[in-house]
């Protein structure tokens, strides 16, 4: 998991967040349909308790088809609701696409196997900021989506949710407003207090011992503070345009190699990115760990569709840094020498 750098907490902001907009009455970041929630987590929550309440979901023997890549954290919530499945079956009613690490799937395809097979579309836009497919935004093609606000800029804990499907949107409205009344204060306290010091603290054995059971509540808390969307409306464009520039910067500064082939050059803004590296990959991995760069080995989807994968051997790279930073310097060092 890539944790955000302690430095990117501006700390103006969070003691504002607490006293000046505390009781700020701003209602969404992006578009007008997207909700907020405690998490990206609680959102999968929202959405699939209103599918049990309309009677999509009938109960756990309802499938789910989802993809393989995924952490284990989202498969444990939606077996609270449903059944988790790599092979889709009669018993399949949703489909969840999931644009992992911030890089679209193939939405022509997922779409046209959702509207013959008839199942209703989810997508996961946790790693997403303001990207697009075929230059229209990505979590407007679902009838759901969900986002993870948390994820980009220091917000304390904060998702997101928008119903697409006009036919349920009041109906699902109704949902969000009754869970949120529901939610608990003191959890979603504990919750912020945990984010905070996973984000300062994110090598501390205590940290992570408690790691294991908060995100395992998360889902159950949709409960968000306005001091989050403080947080995210003073630092999101910021955040947005930096990853623009150190994305644009990485493919410009390794255009003479293959490392980028298989991902979208622009209209992007990636959660982190995964290189294609042919040689040396986990040697590289070792030393950017050296100076503390959260990397590691992973699989990325060229085919962008859950149904028929065809993986890559990756090596994940974070786009926190501040562009000429040293450890910046260090990482495109240690890359170029490598590879």
């Known amino acids: 998991m890539i944790t955000l750098n302690p430095h990117q907490i501006k700390y103006k902001f969070l003691l504002a967040s607490f006293f000046l907009k505390f009781f700020s009455e701003k209602k969404y970041i992006f578009n007008k349909n ?13 959405i699939l308790s209103f599918l049990k309440n309309i009677q999509i979901i009938k109960n756990k023997t309802c499938n789910i088809d989802v ?23 009669k018993a399949s009613k949703i489909f969840y696409a999931y644009h992992q690490y911030g890089f679209p799937q193939n939405m022509d395809k997922i779409k046209d196997y959702c509207e013959n097979k008839k199942l209703i579309l989810i997508e996961d836009c946790a790693h997403v900021l303001k990207s697009y497919y075929k230059k229209k935004a990505l ?18 804990s904060l998702g997101g949710v928008s119903c697409n499907n006009s036919k349920w949107r009041k109906k699902f409205t109704k949902h969000y407003f009754m869970n949120d009344k529901k939610s608990s204060k003191i ?21 992570n011992f408690f790691n294991k059971i908060f995100y395992n509540i998360y ?13 995210v409306d003073k630092n999101i464009k910021e ?10 910067y990485l493919i410009k500064y390794f255009s ?46 060229i085919n962008r569709f859950s149904i028929n994968p065809k993986f890559k051997k990756t090596l994940l790279l974070p786009i926190t840094f501040e562009l000429g930073s040293n450890k910046f310097e260090k990482t495109l060092n240690i890359l170029k020498r490598n590879i």
């Open 34 to 46: 997207i909700y907020f929630t405690g998490s990206g987590k609680s959102s999968i929550s929202l």
């Open 67 to 89: 993809p393989k890549w995924m952490g284990f954290y989202i498969y444990n919530i939606i077996q609270e609701h449903c059944n988790p499945t790599f092979v889709h079956t």
């Open 139 to 156: 979590g407007t093609f679902g009838d759901f989506s969900i986002y993870s606000f948390s994820k980009f800029v220091y917000c304390h």
């Open 187 to 207: 959890l979603l306290l504990l919750i912020n207090l945990h984010k905070y010091l996973l984000t300062n603290y994110p090598n501390n054995k205590s940290v």
């Open 219 to 231: 889902s159950s808390n949709s409960n968000f503070s306005k001091s989050s969307v403080y947080l």
């Open 239 to 248: 955040e947005i345009d930096k990853r623009k520039i150190i994305y644009e």
């Open 256 to 301: 003479s190699y293959s490392i980028f082939d298989y991902l979208e050059k622009k209209d992007v803004i990636p959660w982190a990115v995964p290189l294609f590296i042919k040689k040396n990959i986990f040697k590289i991995q070792n030393e950017l760990r050296d100076i503390d760069i959260e990397t590691g080995v992973y699989h990325f989807d």
